[in-house]
């Protein structure tokens, strides 16, 4: 099945670049034509950017690692949340925070925070506060959910990053080279290319454009966690055909041999004979006992 097709690619003005005097020149070699002042994107290679990328994404989740999804234009925001949660995945939608990954330990200690004070107000902790220090935490916590809410339950740096935009999100492609994390990122003609493992030539403003390309990365996990759950089920029947071989191989007790009840019957009864006439004979003889007095 394919990835992607040329068709789908069309219908979302994946092809549309900016404008000819914003382009970067670095991007030369991934533009196709351009139309009334419009550099047109050369889809053969977005097709073939875009497998490359896939099969990034899915080795790296194979691998047990996680994808962190970065978009925080407006046009990206709700796809980037949306396809994330829909394949299990952290995000970034709002705003990237300095140090969200060369500073990850302090980023940590705002997640627990963050649970912190969800639990406060969960517990009835909040009962025993002022309504000023309420709305105080509650603005806090709404803050931080904003902010942070994607990455709750990030423990971790990510295995890769997908990214929307290189030039808005620079400070995050700045933090995941430094860290080497690999990046797939889309890419407009008028952003640069180098420095990015997977570049997506793209148009990175359209909000369909956006969203099939997160879709086609999200597709990418599922398509891993498919994997890994057949390899664990293939483990499993892997197991039960060994426990059947043991129980086969297992040599028949002396208990749960076939008996012939009638040989048993028989052997029965003359056990029980003979034990009488052992019994018989071992038994004292009565005596007399005026005889012995008289004597």
């Known amino acids: ?120 107000e969960v517990d009835g902790t909040f009962e025993n506060l002022t309504k000023k220090e309420i709305a105080s935490l509650g603005k806090e916590r709404a803050k931080l959910q904003k902010n942070l809410g994607g990455i709750k339950e990030m423990k971790e740096l990510p295995g890769i990053l997908f990214i929307i935009d290189t030039r808005k999100e620079a400070i995050a492609v700045a933090e995941a080279q430094r860290m080497g994390i690999p990046i797939v990122a889309v890419v407009d003609t008028n952003c640069n290319p180098d420095g990015i493992d997977y570049p997506i030539p793209g148009n990175d403003d359209a909000i369909r454009a956006i969203t099939l390309f997160t879709q086609i990365v999200a597709n990418a996990v599922e398509e891993a966690d498919n994997e890994v759950g ?48 052992v019994q018989t004979e071992d038994e004292e003889l009565p005596v007399d006992v005026d005889q012995v007095y008289k004597e």
Request: glycine share 6%; net charge neutral; hydrophobic share 40%.
């Open 230 to 277: 057949i390899k664990i089920i293939e483990n499993l029947g892997d197991e039960d055909d060994v426990m059947e071989e043991i129980l086969t191989d297992v040599s028949i007790k002396e208990e749960d041999q076939e008996i012939d009840i009638e040989a048993y019957s028989s052997e029965t009864v003359a056990s029980v004979q003979a034990v009488e006439v």
């Open 1 to 120: 099945m394919a990835v992607v097709t040329m068709k789908s690619l069309l219908e979302s003005g994946v092809h549309f670049g900016h404008q000819v005097k914003r382009w970067d020149p670095r991007m030369k070699k991934y533009i196709f034509a351009e139309r009334n002042g419009i550099h047109i994107i050369d889809l053969q290679k977005t097709i073939q950017a875009i497998k490359d990328a896939y099969d990034a994404v899915r080795k790296i989740t194979v691998s047990g690692k996680t994808v962190l999804f970065v978009g925080t234009k407006k046009q990206a925001q709700q796809a980037i949340q949306k396809e994330a949660e829909r394949c299990g995945m952290f995000f970034v939608n709002n705003r990237w925070l300095g140090g969200m990954l060369t500073n990850f330990v302090t980023i940590k200690k705002s997640l627990l925070r963050l649970k912190k004070l969800e639990k406060m």
